[in-house]
């Protein structure tokens, strides 16, 4: 059997447990039709880049799946059938990941860390970057360095005749 990962959104006006209820069903969707389930992790409710079908936000949850072909696609059917489902990726790889996803990771740093709200760092600001050997600039750089002073074009009012 075929080894994959499975992601998937779900809408974000859903409460936890209607999207535990739809991982459930489409576990059983896949252990019906001869595959099993191994890892599921619920990523939480994450902004969008963009708007999917009016929803600024959605739940994410990773699956990994060991199934037939036929029982992948009729869980993909289905999920392109409910309304619930924003989109859907999968994945065919050559193993399962061991431990956390890289995602669940993220998460675990960001709270040894502190989160986002850790302010002991100071200020950040673009001015105090290491600029390295560039040197201060000057208006001479943008136009392309030393050309000497500009002359007036021919034929133009003011220019020399």
């Known amino acids: 059997m075929a080894l994959y990962e499975h992601v998937f959104l779900a809408r974000q006006d859903l ?8 991982v459930e069903q489409y576990k059983g969707v896949i252990t019906a039709n001869g595959g099993s389930v191994g890892r599921i992790e619920n990523w939480g ?4 880049t963009y708007r999917v079908k009016k929803n600024r936000k959605a739940y994410y949850t990773l699956m990994d799946i060991t199934c037939p072909p036929a ?7 289905q999920m ?10 999968t994945i065919k790889v050559e193993a399962h990941e ?45 136009d392309g360095g030393d050309r000497g002073p500009r002359r007036p074009r021919e034929g133009v009012e003011g220019g020399a005749e």
């Not at 409460?15 to 739809?22: E, G, I, N, P, T």
């Not at 392109?80 to 990726?89: K, W």
Request: no cysteine; net charge neutral.
């Open 71 to 77: 029982a992948l696609n009729e869980m993909e059917r």
């Open 98 to 142: 061991e431990g956390a996803s890289a995602m669940m990771q993220k998460r675990e740093e960001r709270s040894e860390r502190g989160g986002f709200g850790d302010r002991d760092r100071g200020p950040r600001s673009f001015g105090d970057r290491d600029r390295g050997d560039r040197g201060p600039r000057s208006f001479g750089d943008r």
């Open 45 to 48: 409710l994450k902004s969008l």
């Open 15 to 22: 409460s936890q447990q209607q999207v535990d209820a739809l």
């Open 80 to 89: 392109g059938l409910s309304e619930d489902v924003l989109r859907f990726l």
